[in-house]
């Protein structure tokens, strides 16, 4: 069980684990997301913002007033050898230093970071990009989407999945290279504030199935308890595929077995793809809510 009494009749709706609000790169509130889960049959949540747990406290009273049972999470920036991966922490304790600790850190990062991802669109010719992309993100966590906005809003490209593909994407000039904490220091942040370390979207990395098998051993190896099995909608074939490779890798000797987690990843509505909600675990497998360390 996580640490939160989940009430039994939370689990009879939909369970979404995985979702943004402004606090970081979504589009509505915390409260405005709640209620919409709402409205979707959501029953238990949580709210996992890029690097900080700034909008938990009001989606919680909204979950409190309409009757959904939210958790209190994150999804860290990790590094993994020489990528960025996502380990969402669910059910944490906001208030724990360590957690506010590793916030900060990643706040200090991702201000260095916008400054250098400024400084690389100056020169393609896009001057002015970080106050805009700070006015975009308000009070929330700045990150590349609010450039990608930027640039839309700016008439620079036609929408942000362009504005990923030709200049913030993986190997485009506004991929600057941050040295987030390490997987091993991320889980042990999230298990001292008292969470669930959930292994975000493994399906996309971008990974081989070698590498991936690697990533999730490595995660395991660390004391990671789940792996995101369903993140929004997948293929069926690359789920069955994920669900045999996480047996292959639980079926090794060494740290507890990694359970399972779900969520839709969502951003804002106008996706149906990742809509609150929209996913559900299969019922043989061991859920991230079933057990936890003790
Ligand atoms: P950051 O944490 O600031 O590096 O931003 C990562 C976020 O950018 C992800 O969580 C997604 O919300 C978004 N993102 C990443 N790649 C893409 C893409 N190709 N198209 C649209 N959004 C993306
Ligand atoms: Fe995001
Ligand atoms: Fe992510
Ligand atoms: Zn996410």
Not at 57 to 77: H, M, P, Q, W, Y
């Amino acid at each position: 069980m996580l640490k939160a009494q989940i009430p039994s009749i939370a689990l009879e709706g939909r369970v979404d684990l995985h979702c943004h609000s402004t606090a970081s790169d979504g589009i509505l509130s915390p409260a405005a997301l709640v209620s919409r889960a709402k409205s979707q049959g959501v029953t238990l949540m949580a709210l996992t913002d890029h690097d900080t747990v700034a909008g938990v406290a009001e989606a919680r009273d909204t979950g409190a007033r309409l009757g959904v049972a939210v958790l209190a999470g994150v999804e860290f920036s990790a590094r993994w050898g020489r990528r960025t991966v996502h380990i969402l922490g669910i059910d944490v304790d906001p208030a724990s230093a360590a957690l506010q600790e590793a916030v900060a850190l990643r706040d200090r990062l991702r201000e260095d970071r916008s400054v250098r991802i400024a400084r690389c669109l100056e020169k393609r010719g896009f001057p002015g990009s970080l106050a805009g992309a700070r006015a975009l993100a308000g009070d929330g966590v700045l990150g590349r989407p609010h450039f990608a906005r930027w640039l839309v809003e700016s008439g620079y490209v036609e929408d942000t999945a362009r504005a990923f593909k030709r200049y913030l994407g993986a190997g485009k000039v506004g991929d600057v290279k941050v040295e987030w904490p390490q997987v091993e220091e991320t889980v042990g942040t999230i298990h001292a504030a008292g969470g669930s370390a959930v292994l975000a979207h493994p399906l996309k990395y971008g990974l081989t199935r070698t590498r991936l098998r690697l990533l999730l051993e490595a995660f395991r190896g660390a004391g990671g308890d789940a792996a995101e099995l369903l993140c929004g909608r997948q293929n069926p074939v690359q789920t069955r595929e994920l669900r045999q490779l996480l047996d292959a890798v639980n079926a090794e000797s060494g740290a507890a077995p990694l359970r399972c987690s779900l969520g839709s990843d969502f951003h804002q509505p106008g996706q149906p793809w990742r809509e609150l909600g929209c996913v559900h675990l299969p019922a043989d497998v061991e859920p991230v809510w079933a057990a936890r360390r003790p």
